[in-house]
């Protein structure tokens, strides 16, 4: 298996009852699209608070039929509807059930989740006919505008106070080309490349706020409390990651306060046949004015000064991250995997935050090595050389054979004796 079984097909619906059809593609059985109907194999429709998947059971298109209790949706693995007819199979969900995850960008909500097709042997057999093939799926809903049918209630606080008070803040986590200054678009990668993220929140007509990254866990599903996983970041805003064999590490300086940049050496996980990752971060903001402490960072290790060092601040608030313990209330500061799993303790001394969310990037797809084409091309170059060098050889001694053989012959002839006529 792994990604060269899986189809990936993006749905990008922008809510309302509408139905969005991408071009019309099909599943082969190497996991590839291919078009050959007019019909897609699977159709999602986004609306207001749900979503609406329908499968045909004729998934691969080679007319033979999935199994139901072989499709589930999300990495809750719900199951589908029972369904009323014999060629289709029918999801419903609510835009937050099955373990879809939420992103807020600049001028969009966007849930995702994905269906999932794992078959398993049938009849007592111990064989398959088709493969397992995951296909994410996005909603997508603007953010301008009002969304919801309920009446707006009146209140007595002026609108003035209102929008500067309650206007929810924006969080955004971005893979960026190497120069920073265009997003990246392409999501694959080379093993031994470098990803560049870059966390921004937009304020709005909020006061100015500095932007810090929390926490950041890679997984190999959208879900953030999934396993495998490997974290990025931990305390409170220490770059892990940068202490082993990586050079993963904030940037200095920002290019602004509500920006914060940083790299992180690609990998992958081991033993696992998803050639995939997500990076999900806790972000969070503090007033711009306000001095970074232990909980409000953002520290890399320098393996050639083997310390840590900020982004800004006094380089004592990273001494903690050699710890392992960040809180100031000196409890145990480990953030275990997830974000619900996060110590209580944490989440008090993280009242004086401004707002705080939860952001995904990904799937990031790998496909090998960076230096394997090379490799490659150097190899096949070798092999040309040695054959065209064996060819050579074998004609210089069929030449000698042939020059030595005549010398032979004509040596052998010259020392007969001749008789003298009588």
């Known amino acids: ?147 919801s049918s309920q009446a707006i209630l009146p209140t007595w606080v002026p609108f003035s106070t209102t929008v500067s008070s309650e206007e929810r803040l924006i969080f955004s986590l971005r893979l960026m080309e190497e120069n920073w200054t265009t997003e990246k678009t392409s999501p694959s990668f080379h093993l031994g490349e470098v990803a560049h993220l870059q966390a921004e929140v937009h304020k709005g007509s909020h006061p100015p706020l500095k932007l810090f990254v929390d926490h950041c866990v890679a997984t190999s599903t959208p879900d953030q409390n999934s396993w495998p996983y490997h974290i990025i970041v931990d305390f409170h805003g220490c770059l892990v990651d940068g202490l082993s064999e990586s050079f993963s590490a904030f940037q200095a300086p920002r290019p602004q306060p509500e920006t914060l940049q940083f790299t992180v050496d690609v990998f992958h996980f081991a033993n696992s046949s998803r050639n995939m990752m997500y990076i999900t971060c806790h972000l969070k903001v503090t007033p711009a004015n306000q001095t970074p402490d232990q909980l409000n960072k953002a520290c890399s290790f320098n393996k050639t000064a083997n310390s840590w060092l900020p982004v800004e601040g006094t380089a004592d608030i990273c001494d903690c991250c050699n710890k392992g313990d960040c809180s100031i209330l000196g409890s145990s500061g480990s953030q275990t995997h997830g974000v619900s799993q996060w110590p209580k303790s944490a989440s008090r001394n993280r009242r004086h935050v401004r707002d705080e969310a939860d952001v995904t990037v990904g799937p990031l797809i790998f496909l090998g090595k960076a230096s394997d084409h090379v490799v490659e091309g150097w190899t096949s170059s070798s092999h040309t050389s040695v054959a065209l060098g064996l060819g050579l050889a074998t004609v210089a001694f069929l030449t000698l054979a042939v020059i030595i053989l005549g010398v032979s012959r004509k040596c052998h002839t010259a020392s007969h004796p001749v008789s003298p006529s009588q």
């Open 1 to 147: 298996m792994g990604v060269s079984y899986q189809l990936f097909l993006y749905f990008l619906l922008w809510g309302g009852p509408e139905l969005c059809y991408p071009e019309p593609l099909w599943l082969s059985q190497s996991g590839t699209p291919k078009p050959l109907r007019s019909s897609l194999p699977v159709e999602v429709k986004c609306l207001e608070a749900k979503l609406v998947v329908a499968v045909s059971r004729d998934l691969f298109g080679t007319g033979k039929l999935v199994q139901p209790t072989d499709l589930t949706l999300g990495p809750k693995g719900c199951r589908p509807l029972i369904s009323k007819t014999m060629d289709t199979i029918m999801f419903e969900a609510a835009l937050h059930e099955c373990g879809s995850s939420l992103q807020m960008t600049e001028d969009a909500l966007v849930y995702s989740t994905f269906l999932l097709h794992d078959p398993h042997p049938a009849g007592g057999l111990s064989i398959l006919r088709t493969n397992r093939v995951e296909v994410p799926i996005q909603c997508r809903y603007p953010r301008q505008g009002n969304v």
